[in-house]
């Protein structure tokens, strides 16, 4: 069966600090995405930030970037200058192909 | 382009009632996905529907729970004889048919459901 597990159900980092969330995955597939998803309060679900599973090269979006460990099956995001408006749940998914499994979130809250 | 919508975004309910969702895939996009999304939880997979067809619906609860997409208009998901565990947030998702494995789904901003 295909699980994503995020470990951190709650973190919280100072402005303009860098904090790293963690994710695993399990999968028998070979190729595949993987997704970071911001949902803020509105619970509207944002895409932060996706990986394919081919591509060696990490991932980049502004201040968003992943560390990417196929062979640990390991896909933590990474927030650089954190900002107020970086505080929501984030989510990490997989999907091999059509069917998103997501995990159970991680709470970040960035502090003034 | 308008992004995927959906209505009602948020619905009561008293318990025995039916709820019907509704969500209009993005302009182009054949294939829709419904997940769940219970208090404190991921989204998790119901169903994935092409125009009138239902192609994987290995998510949905076996009883109560249906879901369409027509030739015309909008994918329905309906809930019969709602129950207090029925409450959470339901999200759309759309997608193209590019043809490959893989196409990027695209998320509606979710209907809240509140059974009372």
């Known amino acids: 069966a295909q699980t994503v597990t995020q470990s951190q159900p709650e973190m919280s980092v100072q402005e303009a600090e860098t904090v790293t969330l963690s994710c695993t995955y399990d999968?028998?597939?070979?190729?595949?995405?993987l997704f970071w998803y911001k949902q803020p309060p509105s619970r509207q679900m944002i895409l932060v930030i996706r990986q394919e599973a081919y591509k060696q090269q990490n991932a980049t979006e502004n201040r968003f970037s992943v560390n990417f460990q196929k062979a640990a099956k390991s896909f933590s995001l990474k927030i650089s200058d954190s900002q107020l408006g970086d505080t929501a749940m984030y989510f990490c998914a997989f999907t091999g192909t059509y069917k998103y499994i997501f995990g159970t979130g991680t709470r970040l809250k960035v502090l003034a | 382009n308008a992004g995927v919508m959906q209505n009602p975004r948020h619905l009561v309910r008293r318990r025995g009632q039916e709820a019907r969702l509704r969500c209009s895939p993005m302009?182009?996009?054949?294939?829709v996905y419904w997940y769940r999304q219970l208090p404190e939880e991921g989204l998790k997979f119901m169903v994935y529907?092409?125009?009138?067809?239902?192609?994987?619906e290995s998510g949905m609860p076996k009883e109560r729970f249906s879901a369409e997409f027509p030739k015309e208009g909008p994918s329905i998901l309906r809930i019969q004889q709602v129950v207090r565990g029925d409450s959470a947030a339901y999200f759309c998702?759309?997608?193209?048919?590019?043809?490959?494995?893989?196409?990027?789904?695209?998320f509606g901003p979710g209907t809240r459901l509140t059974v009372l």
């Open positions: 529907l092409q125009k009138e067809n239902i192609i994987d």
């Open positions: 302009k182009g996009h054949s294939h």
């Open positions: 998702a759309s997608s193209p048919n590019t043809g490959s494995s893989y196409n990027e789904q695209f």
């Open positions: 999968t028998s597939e070979s190729n595949y995405y």
